[in-house]
């Protein structure tokens, strides 16, 4: 199980971390991904970590502004997200994809995916 936490409003240029928790396995067995889904678009991969964690992966549109990154000890990816824009605004979703423990694998496609939060609303608004 997933849960996403830390969804907000900020305004532009604005900062905000987001989280995702896992349940009833360890991350180290998984790739991770953040996807968004703005309102009226497809959703669209926005970074993923590999279950080696060594491995990241961003879209080129939050390339530079947002860090993925895993916390082993408490079963968590974050996302951290600088410069947000209105066009970051929208609903993030984490999932996760079954892996080779140590596996450098890092799938964007969502059809990879097993496992998925119920989002969490950002909305970077002025």
């Known amino acids: 199980q997933l849960v996403e936490s830390g969804g907000d409003s900020v305004q532009p240029g604005g900062s905000l971390r987001v989280g995702c928790a896992a349940s009833?396995?360890?991350?180290?067995?998984?790739?991770v991904a953040w996807f968004r889904q703005a309102p009226g678009k497809e959703r669209e991969a926005v970074s993923c970590?590999?279950?080696?964690?060594?491995?990241?992966l961003y879209a080129d549109s939050v390339q530079g502004r947002f860090t993925i990154s895993r916390d082993l000890t408490k079963n968590t990816v974050h996302l951290e997200m600088n410069s947000l824009g209105p066009e970051d605004t929208g609903v993030y979703y984490c999932?996760?994809?079954?892996?080779?423990?140590?596996?450098?694998?890092?799938?964007?496609?969502?059809?990879?995916?097993?496992?998925w939060g119920q989002g969490t609303q950002v909305t970077v608004s002025s």
């Open positions: 999932a996760a994809a079954w892996s080779n423990r140590g596996s450098p694998w890092t799938p964007i496609s969502e059809t990879e995916f097993q496992t």
């Open positions: 009833g396995s360890s991350l180290v067995y998984y790739a």
């Open positions: 970590i590999s279950s080696s964690g060594d491995r990241t």
